[in-house]
């Protein structure tokens, strides 16, 4: 399975955010969405960061910086780590694991075309287990 999988079933709808926002207005898109992350994105260089919950707590918080005044640009975690469309779902499962991410941004060429969180890949998991578990138990019943 690859990446391209996970956006068929879930889509492909991305919010993002400019660097030149402030922290506060990425919270309240973040609540309004119900999401832990936003993608930072420019207009002429695209995908530059990702700005997440962490990244609030971390940087903002837990340095008393003011969420009202703080720009995204300052506080986003940057160089984004990124997928393809055509990235195994075991490949991203390693990059996250190793790097302690919880989403990929997933880019073609330049274009953002969605993003994927861990649990994302862990319903897919469960998913192919299932179709597994429901398999073998139909084989084991025809001999039956």
Do not use: G, W
């Given at each position: 399975m690859v990446?391209?999988?996970v956006?068929?079933?879930k889509g492909k709808h991305v919010v993002t955010i400019?660097?030149?926002d402030t922290v506060l207005m990425a919270a309240h898109?973040?609540?309004e969405n119900r999401i832990g992350a936003l993608v930072?994105?420019?207009p002429t260089r695209g995908c530059v960061g990702i700005f997440t919950e962490r990244d609030?707590?971390?940087r903002v918080l837990a340095e008393g910086r003011s969420p009202d005044t703080t720009r995204v640009a300052h506080v986003m975690t940057t160089p984004v780590t990124c997928c393809k469309p055509d990235t195994s779902?075991?490949?991203c499962r390693e990059v996250m694991t190793n790097k302690r991410l919880r989403h990929l941004p997933v880019v073609d060429g330049t274009m953002l075309v969605g993003i994927i969180s861990i649990g994302d890949l862990l319903a897919m998991e469960v998913e192919t287990q299932q179709?597994?578990?429901e398999y073998l138990h139909t084989y084991m019943n025809s001999w039956m």
């Open positions: 990446v391209q999988d956006l068929d079933r400019s660097p030149d898109r973040m609540n930072v994105c420019e609030v707590l971390r779902l075991e490949e179709s597994t578990i």
